[in-house]
C-alpha cells in the first residue's frame, strides 16, 4: 500500500535556473521535466504543504550559474512566491553551507519530495544526504533531468545517465515516484 503524503512534506526543487536551458550543457533527457516541476508546485501550493527552493550559486570563473549572469535566475515555471523559503549553495549538496537542515528541523518536516537539476549532480547528492538525515526522501523521476556525459569511452546518453542516477538512489536512500504518483498521495 502506497504511503499518503501528510502535511510534514515538503517539496525541495533544486536548481530550476535558466542556465540549463544554454546550448554548451548538450542533449538533455525529459523535456518535460519543467512542466512536471510546475505540476508539483501548483499542487504543494494549492494543499499548503511548503515548498523550498534551491539555488545554485557557482563560484566557478565563466560558469552560466554565477550570481549576476542570466543563466543564475529561476526558471519562470518554478520562481519562488514570497514566503517560500530559499537556499543558496555553491556546492552540490543543498545540504552544505546553508540552513537547510535546521530550518526542515524548526518546520517539523520529516518528508521531502525532490526535483529539479541535474540528477545525477545535485538531486542525487541532496537525496542522498537528506536520507543520511534521517528525512524520509522521494525524488521525481520525470520532474528531474541532466545531460549527456562524456568519458575515455565515448558519450553516455542524458537517458543512461538519468536512469543510473536514479537506481542508485532507488530504495537506500529514495523512493522513486512519477509526478502523477505524487499528485495522487497528495490528494487525502
Known sequence: MEKQLDTTTALLLIDVQQAFDEPRWGPRNNLQAESRIAQLL??????????????????????????????NAFKPEAAPLPGEALFEKSVNSAFIG????????????????IAGFITNHCVSTTARMAANLGFRTLVVDDACATFDFKDEAGTIP?????????????????????????LRRLET
Open 158 to 182: 542524458a537517458a543512461t545517465m538519468h536512469r543510473i542516477g536514479l537506481a542508485e538512489l532507488r530504495g537506500e536512500f529514495a523512493e522513486i515516484l512519477k509526478t502523477a504518483e505524487v
Open 98 to 113: 546553508t540552513e537547510l537542515e535546521n530550518h526542515l528541523h524548526r518546520e517539523g518536516i520529516g518528508t521531502l519530495v
Open 42 to 71: 501548483a499542487a504543494f501550493r494549492h494543499t499548503g504543504r511548503p515548498v523550498l527552493h534551491v539555488k545554485h550559486n557557482s563560484a566557478e570563473p565563466g560558469s552560466t550559474l554565477a550570481p549576476g549572469k542570466p543563466g
